[in-house]
């Protein structure tokens, strides 16, 4: 269920961080946003009304430094001003509402704008989970990979903003990230954005469309195959 239909309800009922919402009123929040706006969401990915994509106004938000993590083991920084599993969450739920974050990967600063506006799809931010998975293929995956492979190639399943498909371009792999149409335009411009900025330094990466049970879709995406690996978070 998407959380920044959530947190979009708190602000407009004047809910402050210092006094978070229980999280059955948070879903309860996000059920009636996403029923509010998936229709008109869904002509506009069918190929109805175009909106542009979100664009970054500001300086991203590094995650890590957000949550007071190391970036060598993914850790919280030990200090005393290390935050509990309760500031934890919260500083999570507080990344939703940022216009765009970064992580530092392999050297590369990867940058993505959030589709905060989005109720009716959970691509518009970054789950942690992207973060948990980068880390863990960054360290545990890749280097063994790469001593064999001349080129890792990996699709992703469900990119949302792209900040796990982007960051193992980052670390050299070739990419091709996917996702339904509804969430795609996003996603291409931070695909776009970060072939920019990173042009030759990092790997291919591409965005494709895929639906599940659209033979097109799949046969599309199988043809940029073969995979060493497939990824996804949620």
Same mark, same amino acid.
């Given at each position: 269920?998407?959380?920044?239909?959530?947190?979009?309800?708190?602000?407009?009922?004047?809910?402050?961080?210092?006094?978070?919402?229980?999280?059955?009123?948070?879903?309860?929040?996000?059920?009636?946003?996403?029923?509010?706006?998936?229709?008109?969401?869904?002509?506009?990915?069918?190929?109805?009304?175009?909106?542009?994509?979100?664009?970054?106004?500001?300086?991203?938000?590094?995650?890590?430094?957000?949550?007071?993590?190391?970036?060598?083991?993914?850790?919280?920084?030990?200090?005393?001003?290390?935050?509990?599993?309760?500031?934890?969450?919260?500083?999570?739920?507080?990344?939703?509402?940022? #216009?765009?974050?970064?992580?530092? *990967? /392999?050297? $590369?600063?990867?940058?993505?704008?959030?589709?905060?506006? =989005? @109720?009716?799809? !959970?691509?518009?931010?970054?789950?942690?989970?992207?973060?948990?998975?980068?880390?863990?293929?960054?360290?545990?995956?890749?280097?063994?990979?790469?001593?064999?492979?001349?080129?890792?190639?990996?699709?992703?399943?469900?990119?949302?903003?792209?900040?796990?498909?982007?960051?193992?371009?980052?670390?050299?792999?070739?990419?091709?990230?996917?996702?339904?149409?509804?969430?795609?335009?996003?996603?291409?411009?931070?695909?776009?954005?970060?072939? #920019?900025?990173?042009?030759?330094? *990092? /790997?291919? $990466?591409?965005?494709?469309?895929?639906?599940?049970?659209? =033979? @097109?879709?799949? !046969?599309?995406?199988?043809?940029?195959?073969?995979?060493?690996?497939?990824?996804?978070?949620?």
């Amino acid at each position: 269920m998407p959380r920044q239909g959530a947190r979009r309800k708190a602000r407009e009922a004047g809910i402050s961080s210092g006094s978070r919402p229980q999280k059955r009123e948070r879903d309860t929040g996000a059920a009636q946003a996403s029923a509010d706006a998936s229709g008109n969401a869904a002509k506009r990915a069918r190929g109805g009304e175009e909106e542009a994509p979100p664009q970054l106004s500001g300086p991203a938000t590094d995650i890590e430094k957000s949550l007071q993590l190391d970036s060598k083991n993914g850790a919280s920084s030990g200090s005393a001003s290390s935050p509990n599993a309760e500031q934890l969450a919260e500083r999570l739920f507080e990344l939703a509402n940022r #216009a765009a974050v970064r992580l530092k *990967v /392999g050297g $590369v600063a990867v940058e993505v704008i959030q589709d905060r506006k =989005a @109720t009716d799809h !959970s691509g518009g931010v970054v789950w942690e989970t992207a973060l948990a998975l980068t880390r863990y293929l960054e360290r545990q995956v890749l280097p063994a990979l790469q001593e064999k492979l001349s080129s890792v190639n990996i699709v992703e399943l469900g990119s949302g903003c792209g900040l796990l498909g982007l960051s193992m371009a980052a670390l050299g792999c070739k990419v091709v990230m996917t996702e339904q149409a509804i969430a795609l335009k996003n996603l291409k411009a931070n695909v776009a954005n970060f072939k #920019a900025k990173h042009g030759k330094e *990092v /790997g291919r $990466v591409r965005a494709l469309e895929l639906e599940w049970g659209e =033979a @097109t879709h799949g !046969s599309a995406v199988a043809g940029k195959g073969p995979y060493h690996l497939v990824v996804g978070t949620d």
